[in-house]
């Protein structure tokens, strides 16, 4: 983060104000404007080119490439193992400006990380520098982590790696495995004890240039409703011996390791959301600008505005706890087995609600294909609906939660002086301290700090709102959610079911459980921030509350607690969607922060 000085006011001698600039924003705008325009369909990373690839069901090789050459595969790959990954927020934006154009260009090229993480974490310097030369280099690496009979549930997996002298013999197969043909390593999940358990499975790194051909077969690829042009297929491995060099993080740890790895992945992953959330919001507007109905463009009639308005506010939602998340990688690294469970299936879920409300506006243009923006709009629509199953389903990160239920009450209800001072991981301008993958664990042991901030950020914003009353929304959004959050603690404390056995009810309190925690980071995020940010030229959309409100609202009408359906031409989301307005006509990410991407508007 770089915090420069701005005047306050016109006078001379006015007091300096720090004004929020975002590095990480700053470098996904950079990369933005270097791979071309996405409207010209000349460039390799053009909206057109991407649904002529679609339609194909083509691999993007020739943007992978470009992709290569610009040096993203440089920041899947942590400093200290010879990249120039510093802070995880640099990954997310990345990885956000590139599914804005292409899911399946984001997915194909960024699975590598999924594919890598497991030897960043496992602390194995040497295995961790080899790894690091070759990803810089161009090598894709996959994750062998599902089978055919077994999916989610990765305790069942049949592929086995048998001792043999210091080394392991491999046999089995991984089913639905993305880049699983085009990857030149795949990280794979093999049990090494036939009774299986906690203990019972080793993650293997293997590099297909060093087996014999006869060894394994690549299965062919499956086709699927998105992504068509990605690599979903998978891989058999029949004898193959590897050495004591392609265990990753020790014998019988794999289970612990990975499911210590995909807290990261889970809390990167709804960036491929916030970057599909763009390009359909962008889309809808520009249809609605240029479309007429009764005589009148869409964007004059108040329920288009609104709908565009509250799609806005899911997205700044999705954004703030995206944000959060990805910064607790580094400042709450303990918690991460909460907040990537939340983040990973809020986030899609949301994205995939708001992505269909603007499909209504476009009506049967969002399902044909050249009729409006080359069809982009059914194609991100297609896509995105995978992104809710990468890295573990809705219910499993449902599931996740329903499993520390116990915890997450008793530490929100009870005392508070375990908890952190989360000023580092709300505040913006604050730089955050190093990853250190040392305090993952399985089981958040103090529950949530995030949503442990909830009743004190509540109590901050309404003596807020006492000075200022235009704050008085907010706040009194942030009291409703703040009784529904306390309901909703009581009532998990009281639930004495087995996770195996849990019902239907529990997952209904894992989804609320999720909006809640969505609702603390989006106070916490405003509360610290919200200072740097207006003087930073964000406009209207920190000052007033303006975005907390709105996306208070939204949740609170998932939580029931507010009717989901207002009026057309509430004031609040007219002044969002003047905000909305703004940043299309400038040309910037729809964003909580300013992030200039072009000159001028996109062409979509």
């Not at 060093?210 to 299965?219: D, I, K």
């Not at 740890?253 to 962008?282: I, V």
């Not at 998340?325 to 809020?346: D, F, Q």
């Amino acid at each position: 983060m770089v915090t420069v000085l701005r005047r306050a006011g016109a006078g001379e001698g006015a007091p300096a104000v720090p004004q929020l600039r975002h590095s990480s924003w700053e470098l996904a705008a950079r990369f933005d404007r270097e791979l071309g325009d996405p409207g010209d369909p000349a460039t390799v990373f053009s909206y057109q080119e991407a649904v002529r690839l679609d339609d194909a069901e083509e691999f993007p090789d020739e943007a992978c490439a470009a992709l290569d050459a610009w040096g993203l595969a440089d920041y899947y790959v942590p400093a200290d193992y010879g990249g120039v990954l510093t802070g995880f927020e640099d990954l997310q934006q990345l990885i956000r400006m590139l599914a804005r154009r292409d899911l399946t260009v984001a997915v194909g090229h960024g699975k590598t990380f999924l594919g890598s993480v497991s030897v960043w974490v496992s602390g194995d310097h040497a295995a961790a520098v080899r790894l690091g030369a070759l990803v810089k280099a161009g090598a894709r690496v996959s994750l062998g982590l599902t089978e055919r009979t077994h999916g989610s549930d990765i305790m069942a997996g049949e592929l086995t790696a048998e001792p043999v002298g210091p080394g392991y013999r491999v046999n089995g197969e991984k089913w639905l495995i993305n880049n699983a043909t085009r990857g030149r390593l795949l990280s794979l999940l093999a049990r090494t004890s036939p009774v299986g358990g906690p203990r019972g499975f080793t993650l293997l790194l293997l590099d297909k240039e060093e087996l014999p051909e006869e060894t394994y077969r690549c299965l062919p690829k499956v086709p699927t409703h998105g992504i068509r042009g990605a690599d979903i297929s998978g891989v058999v491995i029949q004898d193959a011996v590897v050495g004591p060099e392609a265990v990753v993080g020790g014998a019988g740890g794999g289970a612990e390791l990975l499911l210590k790895s995909l807290q990261l992945t889970r809390t990167l992953c709804p960036s491929l959301s916030l970057g599909a959330a763009d390009h359909a919001l962008r889309l809808a507007m520009e249809f609605a600008s240029e479309r007429v109905l009764y005589g009148r463009r869409l964007t004059e009639l108040p329920l288009t505005r609104r709908t565009l308005a509250e799609a806005y506010a899911d997205l700044l939602v999705c954004e703030a706890l995206s944000t959060v998340a990805t910064r607790s990688i580094h400042a709450l690294p303990s918690e991460l087995s909460v907040t990537s469970a939340v983040a990973k299936y809020l986030v899609p879920t949301i994205i995939d609600g708001q992505v269909a409300s603007l499909g209504s506006l476009l009506g049967a243009r969002s399902f044909l294909a050249g009729e409006f923006a080359h069809g982009s709009f059914q194609k991100v629509a297609r896509d995105h609906r995978i992104v809710g199953i990468f890295d573990g389903n809705t219910l499993v990160n449902q599931y996740s939660l329903v499993a520390q239920f116990r915890s997450l009450a008793r530490n929100y209800l009870g005392p508070l002086d375990h908890r952190p001072r989360l000023g580092t991981l709300f505040n913006l301008s604050r730089p955050l301290p190093p990853f250190d993958p040392e305090r993952l664990t399985l089981l958040s042991r103090y529950g949530s700090s995030v949503l442990g901030t909830l009743p004190a950020s509540v109590t901050r914003l309404a003596d807020a709102a006492l000075l200022d009353p235009a704050l008085g929304g907010a706040a009194q959004c942030a009291a409703e959610l703040r009784v529904a959050a306390d309901a909703l603690h009581r009532r998990i404390a009281r639930r004495m079911e087995t996770v195996a056995a849990a019902s239907p009810e529990s997952f209904t309190d894992a989804r609320k459980y999720g909006l809640c925690f969505a609702g603390a980071a989006c106070l916490g995020l405003w509360l610290h921030s919200h200072r740097e940010a207006e003087a930073g030229g964000t406009g209207g959309l920190w000052q007033d509350g303006l975005w907390l409100e709105a996306v208070l609202n939204r949740l609170l009408a998932r939580l029931e607690v507010r009717p989901a359906a207002g009026a057309a031409e509430d004031p609040l989301f007219e002044r969002l969607y003047t905000q909305l307005t703004q940043q299309y006509q400038d040309g910037s990410l729809f964003s909580l922060l300013p992030c200039p991407i072009a000159e001028g508007p996109p062409s979509c």
